[in-house]
């Protein structure tokens, strides 16, 4: 195959070091860009060469990213982050790359929790219940205090004494009691739900820390995610975090519009989502279908050493180690 080029985003988090690790090990002839908002990051040994970039938010992103593009004739883009997803997508038409991303405006939407509740109740799609922190009616016993906007677990409040006079941004969801799944959902060229892949976790710091596959709640979680699809703009990779309660209920909370951060779990389960926008968006081929299996997956830490330097902002893609 001749050489072609790949750009991944935010490959300081573990969701763009799991996309880069993901290619990686499909021994295809390609060269990886990583671009990250530091200029020296855990992912840049995974790369072939790493830019710094501004946030996405900022008005020199889009030119920085246009640029780099076109110095290293990027093919494929790979966003990793939740703001980079809008972004690019809302500037696919002046970039010179494919961009696997959601449509702007859908990935708008997922991007603020209490617009994705106000859009999916519309839509007849369960969401938990949820509140503009100004107007919420004290009508549960529990509840979680979130800001609209923003990722992880920064900000959650659990029972907050005064709900109405938190800062505004803020939004009030019930609290609700149960196991938490995180479901990974990949939409085909074709517009199709081309398979899904769901795991109990443990989390720390709003990362997954342990995980384990089940099955038992693919066909309910099927008819949610293509009821979502169906209301269109939903492209390659989606995350559903939900909440299984005491009845069995499945209450989704919150909608990643982007590759999750358990894609490199995942993939050696039998869901390989990264590979499947590789061989759509780059090698113009049918996506491997779906096969996962049972397993359970945790975490570990490890080092990347940069012998014989001083300097963390000269290393770039120097000589190294992993121990």
């Not at 982050?81 to 970039?95: A, C, H, Q």
């Not at 061989?279 to 779906?290: A, F, G």
């Not at 080092?303 to 290393?315: C, E, G, H, M, R």
């Amino acid at each position: 195959m001749e050489a072609k080029t790949v750009l991944v985003t935010g490959i300081g988090g573990n969701v763009g070091q799991g996309i880069l690790r993901n290619i990686i090990s499909l021994n295809l002839n390609l060269k990886l860009i990583g671009v990250d908002i530091a200029s020296f990051t855990p992912g840049n040994h995974l790369c072939n060469k790493t830019y710094q970039v501004p946030y996405s938010f900022h008005e020199s992103y889009i030119p920085t990213i246009s640029k780099i593009i076109e110095d290293e004739k990027v093919d494929v883009v790979l966003p990793s982050t939740d703001y980079e997803v809008f972004y690019l997508s809302k500037n696919k038409n002046i970039l010179k790359a494919q961009i696997v991303a959601s449509d702007s405006n859908t990935a708008k939407t997922y991007l603020d929790k209490f617009a994705t509740y106000t859009y999916l109740s519309k839509n007849n799609i369960p969401f938990a219940k949820s509140w503009l922190s100004g107007d919420y009616d004290f009508s549960e016993k529990d509840i979680i205090a979130k800001p609209r906007e923003g990722r992880g677990s920064r900000g959650i409040l659990i029972n907050p004494e005064n709900p109405n006079d938190l800062p505004e941004g803020y939004m009030i969801q019930p609290l609700s009691k149960g196991n938490e799944i995180t479901t990974a959902v990949y939409v085909s060229k074709k517009n199709e739900l081309h398979g899904l892949f769901t795991m109990e976790r443990k989390l720390t710091n709003g990362t997954t820390t342990e995980s384990r596959v089940i099955f038992e709640y693919d066909d309910r979680l099927r008819l949610i995610a293509q009821k979502m699809i169906d209301l269109g703009g939903l492209i390659g990779s989606f995350n559903i975090q939900s909440i299984v309660t005491d009845t069995n209920e499945i209450v989704p909370f919150e909608i990643n519009c982007r590759i999750s951060g358990t894609n490199s779990i995942r993939h050696n389960l039998g869901f390989q989502d990264v590979k499947y926008a590789i061989q759509e968006y780059l090698l113009e081929e049918e996506p491997d279908k779906p096969n996962p299996i049972e397993g359970i997956s945790t975490r570990i830490l490890m080092d990347v050493i940069y012998p014989n330097t001083s300097d963390f902002n000269k290393l770039k893609n120097s000589k190294h180690l992993i121990f």
